[in-house]
């Protein structure tokens, strides 16, 4: 389970501070999905940020099963992420230089567990997302839909429990955003993860399903 409990974050300013978020709460269980909505500036990438261990609540907690992610040290806040957590954001960030599949495996590699195993399970996630004949493609010979489905393999290589997407479908044209959303939620509820998403596309947040909105730093019911 994932649990937000009044997560608030602020930051200083030199007038005073500036608060981002604010007593912030929900609980998402195994295969439940959550979109996030809200105008930009409202939070939701930095929300995202907080559950996925990136940067660190002012106040409040996160959990995932039960463990504070924030309560280790930074290598094992960084450990607690790559087992854990698939991050999809809008810009792909794949790795210019090696083909698709490496690409799909970077969490596997940096954690140490590139078994013969997951890069089977690589192989197989870049087929599903329809890229099975592109295996030793570099990012630079992919259409910008098709680097995205690399992405979108990379954050599941894992079977992370928690998948976190920040605007995956943003740079897509419509026809292409709704493959991406599609493959994402079905390749997530297939895992039995959790999936977070936070998005400005009514589109994405309909496929999806349970949406709520984030308006001044504050989650509405």
Known sequence: MLSADRVSKSFATGTGSLDILSDVSFTLAPGERLAIMGPSGSGKSTLLAILGALEE???????????????????????????????????????AGVSALDNVLVPALAGGSATPEIAARGRRLLERVGLGDRLGHRPGELSGGERQRVAVARALVLSPRLVLADEPTGQLDAATAAEVADTLVELTDEAGGMLVVVTHAERLAARVGTVRRLVAGRLEP
């Open 57 to 95: 609540p002012s106040g409040g907690g996160v959990r995932l099963d039960g463990v504070d992610p924030f309560a280790g040290t930074a290598a094992e806040r960084a450990a607690f992420r790559n087992r854990r957590i698939g991050f999809v954001f809008q810009e792909h960030h794949l790795l």
